[in-house]
């Protein structure tokens, strides 16, 4: 990307368009509201370009299923508006995500990533945890994490 990419921390309210858009394509608005997406430590973050917003992402204070795990954060609902993908953008907003959870303590990233998305979580360091498994009407994933200085 030529232009830079500033992150700004938006609302859940403003997570909505983009999340409907890429993840949930079709389905009603209701969809794209997440569990958690009010919670106090719940942070969502925009990605804009000239002022126009071109991703979102959103961490949650959550351990992986199965764990108690105090400093994990979950990634969730990260999307890229499509004309807007490989350009760095995604980069840009996974690293802002990162450094907003290290400055809070913690010390492990997760996320339920697409099948599809796999290599480029692999790009940031993230591993596959398990296998592959089926979310419902969004089709196939994979837990992912990754540990933060």
């Given amino acids: 990307m030529t232009q830079p990419v500033n992150i700004h921390i938006i609302t859940a309210q403003e997570v909505i368009p983009i999340r409907q858009?890429?993840?949930?394509?079709?389905?009603?608005v209701s969809e794209c509201v997440f569990a958690h997406d009010d919670d106090s430590d719940t942070r969502h973050f925009g990605a804009f370009v000239d002022g126009t917003m071109l991703g979102v992402a959103s961490v949650y204070h959550l351990s992986p299923p199965g764990t108690t795990d105090d400093s994990a954060w979950?990634?969730?609902?990260m999307a890229v508006l499509e004309?807007?993908?490989r350009n760095g953008i995604g980069s840009v907003l996974l690293r802002a995500c990162g450094a907003h959870v290290v400055a809070r303590g913690g010390t492990r990233l997760?996320?339920?990533a697409r099948t599809g998305a796999v290599p480029f979580y692999v790009k940031h360091g993230f591993e596959t945890v398990g296998a592959e498994?089926?979310?419902a009407d969004v089709g196939p994933h994979y837990i992912m994490q990754r540990r933060l200085p």
Avoid: A, K
Wanted: glycine share 10%; net charge positive.
């Fill in 21 to 28: 858009e890429i993840l949930r394509p079709g389905r009603p």
């Fill in 74 to 77: 979950q990634l969730r609902g």
């Fill in 83 to 85: 004309n807007s993908q």
């Fill in 110 to 112: 997760w996320c339920n």
């Fill in 133 to 135: 498994f089926i979310i």
